[in-house]
């Protein structure tokens, strides 16, 4: 039985969480909402994470009802992800893991997802969309490696629905996506924009340019609602990321879907996705918003995994990933750099 | 070249030793930057160089939030639990 910690705060969202045996048995997040119109900055973001870490993890460590003596293993987020929040997290895991005499595991906060979403789904050998603020990618599980099938090659489709919300001046609370998706629910024209797939690859930087000026411009001229514009944003980004996992899907034979990540919990998604998979009579399996968006459950998942496999193969000597002087961070880490050895 | 050195006492040398630990292993983002720590008995000693004094006052500034950050982490959860296991 082991009962593992996990540390997130890559972006804006911080929070730990602890898991024993795929049971969760708490997982506290604060999240670091900015005015309406604003992104959140690094240097702001790690002071965010700095002033509410130590209550977050006393409030976990309360919720679980555990003492830090009972823990097998502290995990934290190596990355991808914001520098300087990333470090402000791994200090604490740092700290702690000593404090208590434990093993100290950095997870890539992109496998975090994807365990955390086949943990609470039950899903065996999914088709993985994973779509957050920071990363769009469609993946698939071969040989020891979630192998990236196509990714976005400018910004994460999250950045580009935050960032029209920043335009449109909506309230980053409880995440500017949210509020998208309310707003978009009241539309009723769609405005054609444009739709870019490159193979198996998507952009969202050209349509993101293009819907804000023509925003300006219509709303001026009053020939189109808010909400007519987030309505057509989600219809057009969402109909990419269907088409390109499709298209994944049909490679690999496979028939299951997973959708991970902040943008995952948008029902929008979840349904054009659901009548794709049902068309080739498959499934898709999609998690609500506390498994979704950021959390430090889905990094103590994953890093229970890592542990348990460490201790089967008896590799604590040798892996990279282990012990205070291998804790050091990472903005860039791709999530088929992560030798997966604990699936078959 | 500027320099700053800073000693700080801790309850003990372990828990010197931990905060030693916790800040050693980020390096510095700019490589004209340096900093070298080390524990004797209960002193964290910090040694910072860089060749603008700019660059040296950032440098510092950011390791001193890490520090409080250790210092306050190691007052919450600490003193250091004992070793229980074989291992």
């Known amino acids: 039985m082991a009962t593992v910690i996990g540390f997130e705060g890559s972006a804006n969202k911080l929070g730990i969480g602890i898991i024993r045996d795929g049971v969760v048995l708490s997982n506290v997040r604060h999240t670091y909402i900015t005015p309406p119109g604003q992104g959140f900055q690094p240097k702001d973001t790690a002071k965010h994470h700095r002033d509410h870490i130590l209550p977050v993890l006393k409030q976990a460590l309360k919720d679980a009802g555990i003492s830090p003596a009972q823990i097998d293993c502290v995990c934290y987020t190596k990355g991808p992800g914001m520098g300087a929040p990333l470090v402000t997290v791994a200090v604490v895991a740092r700290t702690v893991s000593q404090l208590w005499c434990k093993p100290l595991l950095g997870v890539n906060h992109c496998i975090g997802h994807i365990e955390m979403g086949r943990l609470i789904t039950g899903a065996v050998n999914p088709t993985v969309l994973y779509v957050s603020g920071g990363n769009t990618q469609v993946i698939a599980y071969s040989r020891k490696r979630y192998r990236i099938f196509g990714e976005t090659i400018d910004i994460a489709v999250g950045n580009c629905l935050d960032r029209f919300a920043r335009v449109l001046k909506l309230s980053n609370d409880p995440s500017p996506g949210y509020n998208i998706e309310q707003l978009a629910k009241k539309g009723e024209k769609y405005i054609e924009l444009p739709y870019t797939v490159k193979g198996m690859d998507v952009s969202f930087s050209g349509l993101l340019s293009y819907i804000e000026s023509v925003a300006k411009q219509k709303l001026e001229k009053g020939e189109c609602s808010q909400a007519d514009l987030c309505y057509s944003l989600q219809e057009t980004v969402f109909a990419m990321l269907v088409e390109t996992t499709e298209r994944a899907m049909a490679h690999c034979g496979s028939d299951e879907v997973l959708i991970v990540g902040g943008v995952g919990c948008n029902e929008r998604l979840q349904e054009m996705m659901g009548e794709m998979v049902s068309e080739r009579g498959g499934r898709v399996y999609a998690i609500d918003e506390r498994y979704c968006i950021d959390n430090g459950a889905m990094i103590a998942q994953a890093g229970a995994e890592m542990y348990s496999s460490l201790n089967k193969s008896g590799g604590w000597g040798t892996s990279d990933c282990v012990g205070i002087s291998g804790s050091w961070c990472t903005q860039r880490y791709r999530t088929d750099e992560v030798e997966v050895t604990w699936r078959h | ?87």
């Open chain 2, 1 to 87: 070249m500027h320099t700053c050195a800073l000693s700080l006492p801790f309850p003990s040398s372990k828990e010197a030793q931990i905060a030693c630990n916790s800040l050693s292993v980020d390096p510095e983002p700019r490589r004209d930057v340096s900093k070298s720590l080390s524990v004797e008995s209960n002193v964290l000693s910090i040694h910072f160089s860089a060749s603008e004094a700019r660059l040296l006052r950032v440098a510092v500034g950011s390791f001193m939030e890490h520090l409080i950050l250790v210092v306050e982490t190691l007052r919450e959860f600490g003193p250091p639990l004992q070793q229980e296991e074989d291992d």
